[in-house]
C-alpha cells in the first residue's frame, strides 16, 4: 500500500497520543459522572423514605377503629415546600390500595407485601417524579398495615447532576489541553534530533560530499544517517571518475586541435601558390578550429560548474579574483577600442567561494560584454560591499529584450539578430557557478535604457 503523500510523524505522534488520551478523559467522566449521579440519587431517595416515614409517625387509628392521617396543613405546607424547586406528594394506602389520605398518585401492585423501601419513577401531573414506598405496621396497632408513598418532581436531582457533570467536565477539558500541550511539546522535543540531522545536510553545499556525523542523529535514524553517507560515498566515487574524464577529455581534445591549428597555420606560411581560393580556405579551417577551441573550452568549463562539480569553497577577497579576470580582457578590449573600467573596493570584499570559478564567471560575463558592445563604447566593471558584496558588469551594448532574459542562460542559445559568434555556453557557465555560491543573479536594463547589467549577490561570509 502506498504511503499517503506530505506524511508528517509530527502528525502521527500526535493523533496516536491525543486521541487514546481524549478518549480515556471521556470515558473518565462519563464513569465519574455515572457513580457521582448514582450517589446523588440515593441521597435525595434516603430523604425521600426518610420524609415517607415521617407521614406514616403521623398515621393513627381512631376510636371508631379507621386509620386516620394526623398530618394538619401546617406540617403539610413544611413537607412541601423543603425543597422550593420541586413538588412534594404523599398517599397513604391500605394494603388493598385503597387511599385513605394525600394526593392521588399512581400506583402499582407490585412488591405490596415487600417490607423494604420500594423506590420508582413515574409520571404525576405531567411531570416526571420519583416514588418511595414503605410498608409498615402501625406502632400502636401492629396488625395494622398500611402503605405511605412519598413523591417528589426532579428538578434538584437534575440540578445537581448538571453541576456534578460540569466540575467533572471543566476538569477533564484542562486536563486534555493540558496533556495536549505537553504531549505536543514531548513530541517537538523528541524530534529535534532529526531536525538538527535535517539542518546538517541542507547547510551544507553542493560540493560539500564529506560524510555525516552520525553521532547526532538519534538512534532511531541511524540506519538513515548510515544509508545517507553511503549515498554520499558513491557520489564522491562518481564525482572522482568525473574529474579524471573531464581532465582527460581536456587533454586529449585541447592537444589536438592545438596541432592541427599549428599545421594548418604552417602551411599557410609555407605556400608558394597564389591561389586566393586556397588561400581563403585556410582562413576558413583556421577559423573554424578557433571555434572549435572556443567551444570545447566553454564545454570543459561547464562540465567544472554543472552542480554536481566538486568546488573548493574559502574566503577569498572578491576584488583580487575580478581584477585578475579583467587584467586578462584588457587587449580584446583594446582591440575594440573599448574603455574597460574596473571599480574596487577599498576595504577586502570577502565571500566564501571558489576562486578559479569565480575568475571563470567573471571572464564568461565581462568578455560577453566585451563581444557585444560597438567599438568604442564602454564596460564596466564594479565590486560593492554594502550588507551584501556584488560583482555588477554594465555595457552600453545592444542590450538584451525582457522576454529573451530568461532564455540566454540555458545552453546553447543565442539571441536572434546579433552578428557576434559565440558558442551560447557563456551565461549558462555563469548561472551554474552563480547557484553553486548559492548567489543571486541578476539581469536589466543599465539606467541609460540600453546595454545589459549583471548583478550578481552573494550571500553574507
Same mark, same amino acid.
Given at each position: 500500500?502506498? %504511503?499517503?503523500?506530505?506524511?508528517?510523524?509530527?502528525?502521527?505522534?500526535?493523533?496516536?497520543?491525543?486521541?487514546?488520551?481524549?478518549?480515556?478523559?471521556?470515558?473518565?467522566?462519563?464513569?465519574?459522572?455515572?457513580?457521582? @449521579?448514582?450517589?446523588?440519587?440515593?441521597? &435525595?431517595?434516603?430523604?425521600?423514605?426518610?420524609?415517607?416515614?415521617?407521614?406514616?409517625?403521623?398515621?393513627?387509628?381512631?376510636?371508631?377503629?379507621?386509620?386516620?392521617?394526623?398530618?394538619?396543613?401546617?406540617?403539610?405546607?413544611?413537607?412541601?415546600?423543603?425543597?422550593?424547586?420541586?413538588?412534594?406528594?404523599?398517599?397513604?394506602?391500605?394494603?388493598?390500595?385503597?387511599?385513605?389520605?394525600?394526593?392521588?398518585? %399512581?400506583?402499582?401492585?407490585?412488591?405490596?407485601?415487600?417490607?423494604?423501601?420500594?423506590?420508582? &419513577?413515574?409520571?404525576?401531573?405531567?411531570?416526571?417524579?420519583?416514588?418511595?414506598?414503605?410498608?409498615?405496621?402501625?406502632?400502636?396497632?401492629?396488625?395494622?398495615?398500611?402503605?405511605?408513598?412519598?413523591?417528589?418532581?426532579?428538578?434538584?436531582?437534575?440540578?445537581?447532576?448538571?453541576?456534578?457533570?460540569? @466540575?467533572?467536565?471543566? %476538569?477533564?477539558?484542562?486536563?486534555?489541553?493540558?496533556?495536549?500541550?505537553?504531549?505536543? !511539546?514531548?513530541?517537538?522535543?523528541?524530534?529535534?534530533?532529526?531536525?538538527?540531522?535535517?539542518?546538517?545536510?541542507?547547510?551544507?553545499?553542493?560540493?560539500?560530499?564529506?560524510?555525516?556525523?552520525?553521532?547526532?542523529?538519534?538512534?532511531?535514524?541511524?540506519?538513515?544517517?548510515?544509508?545517507?553517507?553511503?549515498?554520499?560515498?558513491?557520489?564522491?566515487?562518481?564525482?572522482?571518475?568525473?574529474?579524471?574524464?573531464?581532465?582527460?577529455?581536456?587533454?586529449?581534445?585541447?592537444?589536438?586541435?592545438?596541432?592541427?591549428?599549428?599545421?594548418?597555420?604552417?602551411?599557410?606560411?609555407?605556400?608558394?601558390?597564389?591561389?586566393?581560393?586556397?588561400?581563403?580556405?585556410?582562413?576558413?579551417?583556421?577559423?573554424?578550429?578557433?571555434?572549435?577551441?572556443?567551444?570545447?573550452?566553454?564545454?570543459?568549463?561547464?562540465?567544472?560548474?554543472?552542480?554536481?562539480?566538486? !568546488?573548493?569553497?574559502?574566503?577569498?577577497?572578491?576584488?583580487?579574483?575580478?581584477?585578475?579576470?579583467?587584467?586578462?580582457?584588457?587587449?580584446?578590449?583594446?582591440?575594440?577600442?573599448?574603455?574597460?573600467? !574596473?571599480?574596487?573596493?577599498?576595504?577586502?570584499?570577502?565571500?566564501?567561494?571558489?576562486?578559479?570559478?569565480?575568475?571563470?564567471?567573471?571572464?564568461?560575463?565581462?568578455?560577453?560584454?566585451?563581444? &557585444?558592445?560597438?567599438?568604442?563604447?564602454?564596460?564596466?566593471?564594479?565590486?560593492?560591499?554594502?550588507?551584501?558584496?556584488?560583482?555588477?558588469?554594465?555595457?552600453?551594448?545592444?542590450?538584451?529584450?525582457?522576454?529573451?532574459?530568461?532564455?540566454?542562460?540555458?545552453? !546553447? &542559445?543565442?539571441?536572434?539578430?546579433?552578428?557576434?559568434?559565440?558558442?551560447?555556453?557563456?551565461?549558462?557557465?555563469?548561472?551554474?557557478?552563480?547557484?553553486?555560491?548559492?548567489?543571486?543573479?541578476?539581469?536589466?536594463?543599465?539606467?541609460?535604457?540600453?546595454?545589459?547589467?549583471?548583478?550578481?549577490?552573494?550571500?553574507?561570509?
Amino acid at each position: 500500500m502506498k %504511503p499517503p503523500a506530505n506524511r508528517s510523524i509530527k502528525r502521527d505522534l500526535l493523533r496516536w497520543l491525543l486521541l487514546p488520551l481524549c478518549a480515556l478523559c471521556l470515558g473518565s467522566s462519563a464513569v465519574a459522572y455515572m457513580l457521582a @449521579s448514582s450517589f446523588a440519587n440515593d441521597s &435525595y431517595d434516603r430523604n425521600l423514605i426518610n420524609t415517607a416515614g415521617s407521614v406514616a409517625a403521623r398515621v393513627r387509628v381512631g376510636k371508631d377503629n379507621k386509620v386516620n392521617v394526623d398530618l394538619p396543613p401546617a406540617a403539610q405546607a413544611i413537607l412541601r415546600h423543603t425543597n422550593p424547586k420541586d413538588k412534594f406528594y404523599y398517599q397513604v394506602l391500605t394494603p388493598e390500595l385503597e387511599r385513605l389520605a394525600g394526593d392521588p398518585l %399512581p400506583t402499582r401492585r407490585q412488591h405490596l407485601d415487600s417490607n423494604i423501601p420500594i423506590l420508582r &419513577y413515574a409520571t404525576f401531573e405531567g411531570e416526571a417524579i420519583r416514588m418511595a414506598r414503605i410498608r409498615i405496621p402501625l406502632h400502636d396497632h401492629p396488625e395494622t398495615i398500611v402503605l405511605v408513598e412519598a413523591a417528589e418532581t426532579l428538578n434538584s436531582r437534575q440540578d445537581l447532576t448538571g453541576h456534578i457533570l460540569i @466540575s467533572i467536565l471543566i %476538569p477533564q477539558i484542562l486536563l486534555i489541553l493540558f496533556g495536549a500541550v505537553s504531549v505536543s !511539546f514531548g513530541v517537538r522535543k523528541g524530534l529535534e534530533p532529526l531536525t538538527d540531522l535535517r539542518s546538517a545536510v541542507v547547510e551544507r553545499s553542493r560540493a560539500d560530499l564529506q560524510p555525516l556525523d552520525e553521532s547526532i542523529a538519534p538512534m532511531e535514524a541511524q540506519p538513515l544517517a548510515s544509508a545517507i553517507n553511503e549515498l554520499l560515498g558513491s557520489l564522491r566515487a562518481d564525482l572522482d571518475a568525473q574529474r579524471r574524464f573531464v581532465a582527460n577529455a581536456a587533454h586529449q581534445l585541447r592537444t589536438p586541435l592545438a596541432g592541427i591549428q599549428t599545421y594548418v597555420e604552417l602551411v599557410a606560411r609555407s605556400s608558394t601558390t597564389t591561389d586566393d581560393a586556397s588561400k581563403n580556405l585556410l582562413k576558413q579551417i583556421d577559423k573554424g578550429l578557433n571555434r572549435m577551441s572556443h567551444l570545447t573550452n566553454r564545454l570543459l568549463a561547464l562540465a567544472k560548474a554543472e552542480p554536481q562539480a566538486a !568546488f573548493s569553497f574559502e574566503k577569498i577577497d572578491l576584488n583580487i579574483v575580478v581584477g585578475e579576470a579583467v587584467e586578462e580582457l584588457i587587449m580584446l578590449a583594446l582591440e575594440k577600442n573599448i574603455e574597460l573600467e !574596473f571599480r574596487h573596493e577599498e576595504s577586502p570584499a570577502l565571500i566564501l567561494g571558489d576562486a578559479p570559478n569565480l575568475k571563470e564567471l567573471t571572464t564568461n560575463l565581462v568578455e560577453n560584454a566585451i563581444l &557585444y558592445t560597438k567599438n568604442q563604447g564602454t564596460v564596466s566593471v564594479s565590486v560593492k560591499q554594502a550588507d551584501l558584496v556584488q560583482l555588477i558588469v554594465e555595457d552600453d551594448g545592444p542590450g538584451i529584450p525582457p522576454e529573451e532574459r530568461e532564455r540566454v542562460f540555458e545552453r !546553447f &542559445y543565442r539571441v536572434l539578430g546579433t552578428q557576434v559568434e559565440g558558442s551560447g555556453l557563456g551565461l549558462a557557465i555563469v548561472k551554474e557557478i552563480a547557484s553553486a555560491h548559492k548567489a543571486q543573479l541578476t539581469l536589466q536594463s543599465t539606467t541609460r535604457d540600453k546595454g545589459a547589467k549583471f548583478i550578481i549577490t552573494f550571500p553574507a561570509v
